[in-house]
Each structure stands twice: as C-alpha cells, then as structure tokens.
Nanobody
Framework: QVQLVESGGGLVQPGGSLRLSCAAS????????MGWFRQAPGKEREFVAA????????YYADSVKGRFTISRDDAKNTLYLQMNSLKPEDTAVYYC??????????????????WGQGTQVTVSS
C-alpha cells in the first residue's frame, strides 16, 4: 500500500508555470505506475499524464502535450508534474495516483489503486 500527498498548487497567471509534487510513503514506490489526473468543477476527472514504473515511458493527454512534463525520483519517493504555458482551462484540482498495472501505461481512472487528496491549480489573470 502507498499513501500519496500532493503539493505545489496555487494561483498563477496565464502563460505561467507551476511544478506539482506528489510525495509517496512506503518502500515500494518504484514498483508502481504513476499518473496525474485533474477535475474541474462540474466535470469528470480526466487523465493528464502517466509514467511507467521504470520512468522510461511517459504518456500525455493531447490537451497538455508539449506543455506538461511528468517525471519521478524514486530515491525521493516523489512524482512531479512540471506545467508550463498554463491556460485558464487548466484550472482544476490535480490528483496523483498509483497503479499496480505496470505492464502498460493506463489512462483510465479505475485502473489506479491509490489516490492523493488533490491540490488546487487556478490559472487566472
């Protein structure tokens, strides 16, 4: 089992940047596939980015491709999401999640076994 705690959210102007972090407890962080999801008010939770257990494979939603970068530091048990060129439509609560499914990257919320509590990102002038 793993516990996840996100941080790094906040208010940023359009075009700005933020880096989200997700600290994981437990000694098996490196054995999980990891992902970032987001949920805006009145909308369903949607996939943002995912990274394989090895860190060698990443995958992004089309809406963030080229602007966001997912990475992991297994020595620090931490997952990151670097967000650049932020847009108002990126406003949402961002969640990190861990999955036991390591044979392929998954973008489906139901495939993820553990979730953090979320961190608010607001992009507004």
């Amino acid at each position: 089992q793993v516990q996840l705690v996100e941080s790094g959210g906040g208010l940023v102007q359009p075009g700005g940047s933020l880096r989200l972090s997700c600290a994981a407890s437990g000694r098996t962080f490196s054995s999980y596939g990891m992902g970032w999801f987001r949920q805006a008010p009145g909308k369903e939770r949607e996939f943002v980015a995912a990274i394989s257990w090895s860190g060698g494979t990443t995958y992004y939603a089309d809406s963030v491709k080229g602007r966001f970068t997912i990475s992991r530091d297994d020595a620090k048990n931490t997952l990151y999401l670097q967000m650049n060129s932020l847009k108002p439509e990126d406003t949402a609560v961002y969640y990190c999640a861990a999955t036991h499914q390591i044979w392929a990257i998954t973008t489906t919320t139901r495939d993820y076994d553990y979730w953090g509590q979320g961190t608010q990102v607001t992009v507004s002038s």
